[in-house]
């Protein structure tokens, strides 16, 4: 049998910055199909990151934008078992499902942070994540070491 190939989704772009990304990552956000709560939180936390930024040019968005660019990992390890021991294999990881992981990472990176609400926890994430720094760059960072750690194993994906 041969893999059936997903249709990939179509996003309508969003009220405020007719982005596709950003309903992208509000769906993500999204928790029991609240999603003008979801649109709330992430509107609020741009104008945080309005407030946040120094002396960057750059618009919140961009600053956004950004920030997961940062927070995308290249590779990704998976279990494979071999002879009695599982093996962790080294695999690149396509550019949607970079983005994806960037998303979810960064949502969960926030939602563990000490902040008042879900707003300012996603804008400081994703102003650490602008500045290379915090939780989301950390375990990025992780997944790069194990990845190239385990590289003797990379022969073995197919």
């Given at each position: 049998?041969?893999?059936?190939?997903?249709?990939?989704?179509?996003?309508?772009?969003?009220?405020?910055?007719?982005?596709?990304?950003?309903?992208?990552?509000?769906?993500?956000?999204?928790?029991?199909?609240?999603?003008?709560?979801?649109?709330?939180?992430?509107?609020?936390?741009?104008?945080?990151?309005?407030?946040?930024?120094?002396?960057?040019?750059?618009?919140?968005?961009?600053?956004?934008?950004?920030?997961?660019?940062?927070?995308?990992?290249?590779?990704?390890?998976?279990?494979?078992?071999?002879?009695?021991?599982?093996?962790?294999?080294?695999?690149?990881?396509?550019?949607?499902?970079?983005?994806?992981?960037?998303?979810?990472?960064?949502?969960?990176?926030?939602?563990?942070?000490?902040?008042?609400?879900?707003?300012?926890?996603?804008?400081?994430e994703i102003f650490d994540?602008?500045?290379?720094?915090?939780?989301?760059?950390?375990?990025?960072?992780?997944?790069?070491?194990?990845?190239?750690?385990?590289?003797?194993?990379?022969?073995?994906?197919?």
């Amino acid at each position: 049998m041969r893999k059936i190939k997903k249709k990939k989704k179509l996003y309508s772009p969003d009220p405020k910055f007719h982005d596709v990304l950003v309903t992208r990552f509000v769906n993500h956000l999204m928790k029991n199909g609240k999603k003008n709560t979801a649109y709330r939180i992430f509107y609020n936390a741009m104008e945080k990151i309005d407030l946040i930024k120094q002396k960057e040019e750059k618009s919140s968005l961009e600053i956004w934008k950004e920030g997961l660019k940062n927070s995308m990992p290249n590779v990704e390890v998976r279990s494979r078992r071999m002879g009695g021991t599982n093996i962790q294999i080294p695999v690149l990881i396509s550019s949607n499902n970079k983005m994806t992981r960037a998303i979810k990472l960064l949502i969960k990176c926030a939602v563990m942070r000490k902040e008042k609400s879900m707003a300012n926890k996603l804008a400081y994430e994703i102003f650490d994540a602008f500045k290379e720094r915090g939780e989301t760059i950390k375990r990025k960072e992780n997944l790069h070491k194990m990845a190239e750690a385990n590289k003797a194993f990379s022969h073995f994906r197919f």
